[in-house]
C-alpha cells in the first residue's frame, strides 16, 4: 500500500479467513472493510452448521482475532473440543465480527474488481491507480467502492463441482436437479430425512465430505429399513481411500474416513470403483440411473448426492491480471506446493505473501480460495496467509516472510489427480509410497469386506 493512503483494504467475505484478515489488518494499523454477500458473518459456514469440524477449536481461532475479541471479554471456548459448523459461528465468527463493528458489511455481492479507470489491456498508469469494486446490495442497490488493495476471501462454497467426470455437469444432471444435492445432508431436518430415509441414494466423491454422508446414511439406514447408500468413486479402492485412519494427526478426520468404512462393512452402503459419470436418466419406474463413459450403469436410485469438491469462481475478477495455474486455479507459485497430482504427503510448505501474489499488484487471493481446486484447507493455512498478507501491506516484509506452517500429517493426501496413476502411486517417494490397487472397474457388493480390495500399510 502506498504510504499515507486512507483508503481502505477491501476484504470479500466475512467468513473464518476474512475476518481474521480484518482483525490483522486492524492490528497493523490499517483501514479495512469486509464486504459480505450473505446477511450475517459465516453464511457460509452457516450452510452446513450441522456438520462437525475435524479440528479442534486450537486450530480455528485465529491470533490476531483473539487478541481483538479478549478486549470484549470473550474466552476461548475448550481448545481440545471439536465444533460444529454452527458453534464456530456462533462462538466466534459472530462475535469476532460484531468486535469488528462496521468494518464488516452484509447484504454486498461483490460483483466486479478492477484498477480504477483502466480495463485489464491498459498498462499506462496501472500500478499507481487504486482498486475499484462494483458490488449490488439486497435491494438491487449498485454501488462502487474505491480500495487500495483486495483480499479475496469470498472461498468456493458457492461453486460446487459438477457429477460430471470430465468437470462438466453429467447429461441430465440439470433436468433431474430437483433429486440432486451438492451438500452433506442435515439429517436432524425432518424434511431432509424424509427425502432419505428408505432410499437407495448415491453418494458422489471421495473427500471427507463423502465420508461424512456416508456416515450420516448409514445411521439413518440403522433406524429407518430400506435405506441404502451406493457410493460412487472415480477411482478404485486403494490404501488411502479412507484417509489417514488412526495414523491421521486430526483424529476426527481420520474416524471420518473409518465410518464410511464401516458404512460398506456393515452393509448399509455398497462402493462402485473406477466409474466416472457421463450422464444421469430416469428410467421408466421413475427410478434414477448414472451412465458412466463406458456404458456402466449404476440404476435404481431415489437420489444423488454429489460431493465432488469445490471450484473457486473467478468471474467477478476478469479485469484483474492474476497468475494462475492452469490446472488447478490456484496461484502460479503456490500450485506446485499444493497440487494433488504430486500427491504432497503430510505438510504445505510455509507459504505466504510470496506464493499470494500475482501480476496484478496488491490483490490477493486467499483461504479455500487460494487453493483453487485442491481438495484440501485447513482454516489455520489461511490464518498464516492473511497474517503474512497483513505485514506486508505494512511494509513489514521481513514479518511478511517469516511464515511458519505445519499441517498435521496426512493434510494434502487423497487428491484425486494421483489415483489416475496406479504407477506413479506406487512410485510415489515419502509416507504414501504405500503398495496400491489399481482403479478397476468392479462393484464391492454390499457388506463385502473392504480388507479384501484395500493396500496394507502406509501412512496416508
Known amino acids: 500500500?502506498?504510504?499515507?493512503?486512507?483508503?481502505?483494504?477491501?476484504?470479500?467475505?466475512?467468513?473464518?479467513?476474512?475476518?481474521?484478515?480484518?482483525?490483522?489488518?486492524?492490528?497493523?494499523?490499517?483501514?479495512?472493510?469486509?464486504?459480505?454477500?450473505?446477511?450475517?458473518?459465516?453464511?457460509?459456514?452457516?450452510?452446513?452448521?450441522?456438520?462437525?469440524?475435524?479440528?479442534?477449536?486450537?486450530?480455528?481461532?485465529?491470533?490476531?482475532?483473539?487478541?481483538?475479541l479478549a478486549r470484549t471479554g470473550w474466552t476461548r471456548p475448550e481448545p481440545t473440543s471439536y465444533p460444529s459448523g454452527a458453534d464456530w459461528v456462533e462462538l466466534y465468527l459472530r462475535p469476532l465480527a460484531d468486535a469488528l463493528g462496521d468494518k464488516v458489511r452484509y447484504d454486498t455481492t461483490v460483483t466486479g474488481v478492477a484498477r480504477a479507470g483502466r480495463d485489464r489491456v491498459v498498462d499506462s498508469g496501472r500500478e499507481d491507480q487504486p482498486f475499484t469494486v462494483h458490488a449490488t446490495r439486497a435491494d438491487g442497490t449498485e454501488e462502487r467502492i474505491t480500495a487500495a488493495a483486495v483480499i479475496d476471501a469470498s472461498g468456493a462454497w458457492s461453486t460446487p463441482g459438477p457429477l460430471g467426470a470430465d468437470g462438466l455437469p453429467a447429461i441430465g444432471e440439470k433436468a433431474h436437479a430437483a433429486r440432486v444435492?451438492?451438500?452433506?445432508?442435515?439429517?436432524?431436518?425432518?424434511?431432509?430425512?424424509?427425502?432419505?430415509?428408505?432410499?437407495?441414494?448415491?453418494?458422489?466423491?471421495?473427500?471427507?465430505?463423502?465420508?461424512?454422508?456416508?456416515?450420516?446414511?448409514?445411521?439413518?439406514?440403522e433406524q429407518e429399513s430400506g435405506t441404502h447408500a451406493v457410493w460412487v468413486l472415480r477411482?478404485?479402492?486403494?490404501?488411502?481411500?479412507?484417509?489417514?485412519?488412526?495414523?491421521?494427526?486430526?483424529?476426527?478426520?481420520?474416524?471420518?474416513?473409518?465410518?464410511?468404512?464401516?458404512?460398506?462393512?456393515?452393509?448399509?452402503?455398497?462402493?462402485?470403483?473406477?466409474?466416472?459419470?457421463?450422464?444421469?436418466?430416469?428410467?421408466?419406474?421413475?427410478?434414477?440411473?448414472?451412465?458412466?463413459?463406458?456404458?456402466?450403469?449404476?440404476?435404481?436410485?431415489?437420489?444423488?448426492?454429489?460431493?465432488?469438491?469445490?471450484?473457486?469462481?473467478?468471474?467477478?475478477?476478469?479485469?484483474?491480471?492474476?497468475?494462475?495455474?492452469?490446472?488447478?486455479?490456484a496461484p502460479a507459485a503456490l500450485a506446485p506446493l499444493i497440487d494433488p497430482n504430486q500427491h504432497s504427503c503430510g505438510t504445505v510448505y510455509p507459504h505466504g505473501v510470496?506464493?499470494?501474489?500475482?501480476?496484478?499488484?496488491?490483490?490477493?487471493?486467499?483461504?479455500?480460495?487460494?487453493?483453487?481446486?485442491?481438495?484440501?484447507?485447513?482454516?489455520?493455512?489461511?490464518?498464516?496467509?492473511?497474517?503474512?498478507?497483513?505485514?506486508?501491506?505494512?511494509?513489514?516484509?521481513?514479518?511478511a516472510e517469516r511464515v511458519e506452517l505445519t499441517l498435521p500429517e496426512t493434510g494434502v493426501c487423497g487428491g484425486a489427480g494421483l489415483f489416475d496413476d496406479p504407477a506413479a502411486a506406487r512410485d510415489a517417494d515419502g509416507c504414501c509410497g504405500a503398495p496400491v490397487a489399481a482403479p478397476v472397474p468392479v462393484a464391492i457388493g454390499i457388506g463385502a469386506p473392504i480388507e479384501e480390495v484395500t493396500a496394507s500399510g502406509g501412512c496416508c
Not at 386 to 391: L, Q
Request: aromatic share 4%.
Open 1 to 68: 500500500m502506498s504510504e499515507g493512503s486512507d483508503l481502505p483494504v477491501l476484504v470479500i467475505g466475512a467468513g473464518p479467513i476474512g475476518l481474521a484478515a480484518a482483525a490483522h489488518l486492524t492490528e497493523r494499523g490499517l483501514p479495512a472493510l469486509v464486504v459480505e454477500a450473505g446477511p450475517a458473518a459465516g453464511a457460509a459456514v452457516r450452510e452446513w452448521g450441522h456438520v462437525r469440524l475435524f479440528s479442534t477449536w486450537a486450530e480455528l481461532v485465529d491470533p490476531a482475532a483473539e487478541k481483538i
Open 181 to 221: 444435492s451438492y451438500r452433506v445432508p442435515d439429517l436432524k431436518d425432518p424434511a431432509v430425512r424424509a427425502r432419505y430415509a428408505g432410499k437407495r441414494t448415491a453418494v458422489v466423491g471421495s473427500g471427507a465430505s463423502a465420508f461424512t454422508a456416508l456416515a450420516a446414511l448409514a445411521d439413518l439406514a
Open 235 to 329: 477411482r478404485g479402492i486403494t490404501g488411502s481411500t479412507f484417509g489417514g485412519g488412526g495414523a491421521d494427526q486430526l483424529p476426527a478426520r481420520g474416524a471420518l474416513g473409518l465410518a464410511a468404512k464401516a458404512a460398506v462393512d456393515n452393509g448399509h452402503a455398497s462402493a462402485v470403483t473406477g466409474f466416472r459419470t457421463a450422464a444421469l436418466e430416469q428410467a421408466a419406474d421413475g427410478r434414477l440411473a448414472l451412465v458412466a463413459e463406458e456404458g456402466r450403469r449404476v440404476e435404481g436410485l431415489d437420489e444423488v448426492i454429489v460431493l465432488t469438491g469445490l471450484r473457486p469462481d473467478l468471474s467477478f475478477l476478469a479485469e484483474l491480471r492474476l497468475g494462475l495455474d492452469e490446472r488447478l486455479q
Open 354 to 399: 510470496n506464493e499470494l501474489s500475482h501480476p496484478e499488484r496488491g490483490v490477493h487471493l486467499v483461504g479455500m480460495k487460494s487453493y483453487g481446486r485442491a481438495p484440501t484447507f485447513l482454516a489455520m493455512t489461511g490464518y498464516e496467509q492473511v497474517r503474512s498478507i497483513a505485514a506486508h501491506l505494512a511494509g513489514d516484509q521481513e514479518a
